[in-house]
């Protein structure tokens, strides 16, 4: 009876250890990771950000999952240049990076967070735009990622814009017979990847950059009757008229023309014009399902972290614009949902500020790499634990792309937007302008409220950021790519 007893605790003490073994091991396993990253879409674009008109289930079922960041910007509002701000965690003025400048240099790149993640041992997988070279000599253009492409472990990306029709994209040519639409075939790689990484049984980070909703507008005929019978609302902004007391500089870009040239003004135009953007997007939420399923199907769901973003905003004629990169909400604000299974709060909706340049802090911090002193960017797991958490007081928009007369600084905090227009043409009745909105208590911009006097001091201290600002600039900012200039243009006269 006493070797029994002893044998029966030898066996007991031996189940506890090999179960408090397993609890180890498990509790250290590193999670997977996907991004999902669109090209142009603003965030009035799914149901869970206030839209009644558009269907996307799959992202619905996303947001009910894990928490919708209902203030979230790109730092730069155009594709090549928030695509390195993405990948780097770092400013524009830091990385170098954008049409009319240059390429990221290999210096900005090797801190990125698919280098860092692969060092870690993660198995790194990209599909979809690249959108930026890398180069110290400003090479690369129309073969953006050709050379990034060697620190992945899958490559199903393509160079310069890509293609709608897969087989125009050999990364993607395996895939065009059945998946003739380049959206849905990037998930099929997707998928490809995850089982690739499950056979090796190495946690893995998937970033899905889609094309879509970006012209040309050609969506996947799949989904022709989604939106047939569909009459799309107008926000509170739209129109010409919504945008006569905004400055004279913002007009001065391709933005206001493309109002009328692309069939805003009218509503027979609009209506089409809508139904082929949102179609777009609804391939693109079928694509995020295909990969969903294939989640719950391995049984990695509950350890896979699920981030979901676009690179810049989309105006759809808010204040009588088209197209993006002005710092006003629809050109400059985009959807974020981050789901983490094992989050407690589900279903949130937060207004704590967060930038474009947060999510690669954000994925680094999931995997327990430790993030670069050199990223701008901050981790939003925090926010995920407690959606009133601010982990940002202040962030910056930096506008430095085509026509000089709309280049601008803007920063933002809690509920103020400061834009500091530089432009002045005294012949043209141009000056240096100042814009200052209220976002919480009037979210579609209707009135500068820079020069009313009871908002002085508000319009001080958002000076007072813009001034911090423009300082990290100059002592972070790259002197070279034709960026040192602005050091001086920005400065408030």
């Not at 090549?80 to 790149?109: I, P």
């Not at 990037?186 to 990847?193: E, P, Q, T, V």
């Not at 012209?215 to 509170?236: C, G, H, Q, W």
């Not at 990169?325 to 983490?340: F, H, M, S, W």
Request: overall charge neutral; proline content about 4%; glycine content about 8%.
């Amino acid at each position: 009876m006493k070797y029994k007893s002893v044998f029966f605790i030898m066996m007991l003490f031996g189940f506890l250890s090999l179960q408090s073994c397993n609890s180890q091991v498990q509790k250290e396993k590193k999670p997977n990771i996907i991004f999902f990253f669109t090209d142009d879409q603003s965030y009035d674009t799914q149901k869970d950000f206030g839209n009644p008109d558009v269907k996307t289930p799959n992202l619905d079922i996303l947001a009910s999952k894990g928490v919708a960041f209902k203030r979230h910007y790109n730092t730069t509002a155009i594709c090549m240049a928030s695509r390195a701000n993405v990948m780097t965690g770092q400013f524009e003025y830091k990385t170098g990076c954008n049409f009319d400048h240059g390429s990221l240099k290999t210096k900005q790149w090797s801190t990125s967070y698919p280098v860092l993640l692969r060092e870690a041992g993660y198995n790194v997988g990209f599909a979809g735009k690249f959108g930026f070279s890398v180069s110290d000599t400003n090479g690369g253009w129309k073969k953006e990622g050709e050379v990034a492409k060697k620190d992945f472990d899958f490559w199903a990306g393509s160079p310069h814009q890509t293609s709608y029709k897969t087989i125009e994209n050999k990364s993607l040519a395996k895939y065009a017979e059945e998946y003739p639409h380049s959206t849905r075939a990037y998930g099929a790689a997707s998928i490809d990847f995850i089982r690739k990484s499950v056979e090796e049984d190495k946690p893995f980070c998937m970033s899905v950059f889609f094309k879509a909703p970006h012209r040309p507008v050609e969506p996947d005929p799949m989904f022709d009757s989604i939106y047939a019978n569909t009459t799309f609302r107008k926000l509170p902004n739209y129109g010409r008229e919504a945008g006569e007391h905004l400055s004279k500089q913002s007009k001065m870009g391709r933005q206001y023309p493309r109002f009328e040239g692309w069939g805003y003004d009218k509503d027979e135009t609009y209506q089409e014009a809508l139904r082929k953007y949102n179609q777009l997007i609804y391939g693109v939420d079928y694509s995020i399902g295909m990969v969903l399923e294939e989640l719950k199907k391995s049984g990695l769901e509950e350890n896979t972290i699920i981030i979901f973003s676009s690179d810049n905003g989309y105006f759809n004629g808010s204040h009588g614009l088209g197209s993006k990169v002005l710092p006003y909400e629809e050109g400059a604000r985009t959807p974020l949902i981050i789901v983490d299974p094992n989050q407690k709060n589900k279903a949130i909706k937060t207004t704590s500020l967060s930038g474009n340049v947060d999510i690669s802090a954000t994925i680094l911090d999931y995997a327990g790499v430790k993030i670069p002193e050199v990223y701008d960017g901050k981790s939003l797991a925090e926010v995920l634990e407690n959606p009133n958490k601010q982990v940002r007081n202040t962030l910056p928009i930096i506008q430095v792309w085509g026509p000089k007369a709309t280049h601008c600084l803007t920063v933002m905090d809690n509920q103020y937007k400061y834009v500091y227009w530089y432009y002045e043409d005294k012949e043209k009745g141009i000056h240096p302008t100042e814009e200052l909105f209220d976002i919480v208590n009037d979210p579609y911009e209707m009135q500068n409220i820079a020069n009313q006097s009871k908002y002085q001091s508000q319009l001080e201290e958002m000076r007072a950021l813009y001034d911090q600002q423009l300082e990290h600039w100059k002592n972070e900012g790259v002197k070279y790519n034709g960026y040192a200039k602005y050091e001086s243009l920005f400065e408030r006269r």
